[in-house]
């Protein structure tokens, strides 16, 4: 009985060790191999696997000990997918809670106002942060792929400052731009001004995109937007720079001239009456707002001042004085 009481309190005594054994281990911070070192989980991560993979990125953990940790806190089976970083100062415990909370590190992607799809793409297709599940897809299976049923992706994504999980998929940005682009013309247009001379909430897109390339200075955007709606009331072309820029694509070397001008083609809003067939860029809430709220004026003409700023004027006569005076084409 004596022999079978000393072993038990060894075996207490054992199992005292252990515990703060592993509790000093809990708490004690953890050596990198880099200030910052950042690991992937994939989903379905086993704890055990997890171990693994974050002693291989750098973190100086022990993986059996790690494991046994998270067996005895019982979250050894709640470990989260996703990117994480971890820094100098952090321990196994706090390690364990962030990787099973899913506490994961963000990347960021910010889509201007004014950009064009092939911009947006392009900043996709470089961001290191990105899965890049849309690569190899044309515009059609892409929009197909995030279930639109617009045949251009031209102007259907909001510019906005986007957060996701670190090597999240694209088409997730994507979906989430889209989305907030259709919400945000649903309730501009809900909240329209009566009278516009537009058949839908798409023209009214396309327009903001004219209006956000057309405007150097935030505060024009309502009378730049007055300007194009009351050409349009009254059956005068836009001719706009911007739509035949965007028309010429990839052959646009900087310099517009007369000739690009006088070639037709369903951009070109010198040669076309109305809208033209797609938005050319993608506009900001701003730009909507001038379009579907726009003030009261009687003004059918621009010129850029050279500031950033533009000089309205109602009548031909007026907009050839002020293209003189600031030595400006000024086609708007």
Known sequence: MKRFLTVCALVLVSLAVLAGCLAWYAQHPLTLARPVVDFNLPLGTPMKQAARRIEAAGVEVHPVILEWLARIARIDRTVKAGS?????????????????????????????????????????????????????????????????????????????????????????????????????????????????????????????????????????????????LNRLRVGMRLQTDPTVIYGLGGSFDGNLTRRHLATDGPYNTYQRQGLPPTPIAMPGAEALRAVLQPPASDFYYFVARGDGSSEFTRSLEDHNRAVARYQKRGRG
């Open 84 to 228: 994480y970083e971890v820094a100098a100062g952090l321990t196994p415990w706090q390690l364990l809670l962030k990787i099973t909370r899913g506490d994961v590190s963000q990347g960021e992607l910010t889509l201007v106002e004014g950009w064009t799809f092939r911009q947006f793409r392009a900043a996709l297709d470089a961001h290191p942060d990105l899965r890049h599940d849309s690569a190899g897809l044309d515009e059609a299976q892409l929009m197909a792929r995030l279930g639109a049923v617009e045949s251009s992706p031209e102007g259907l994504f909001f510019p906005d400052t986007y957060l996701f999980d670190k090597q999240s998929s694209d088409l997730r940005v994507l979906e989430r731009a889209y989305q907030a682009m259709k919400d945000r013309l649903a309730g501009a247009w809900a909240a329209r001004a009566p009278d516009l001379p537009l058949a839908g909430a798409y023209e009214a897109l396309i327009l903001a995109s004219i209006v956000e390339k057309e405007t150097g200075l935030a505060a024009d955007r309502p009378l730049v937007a007055s300007v194009f």
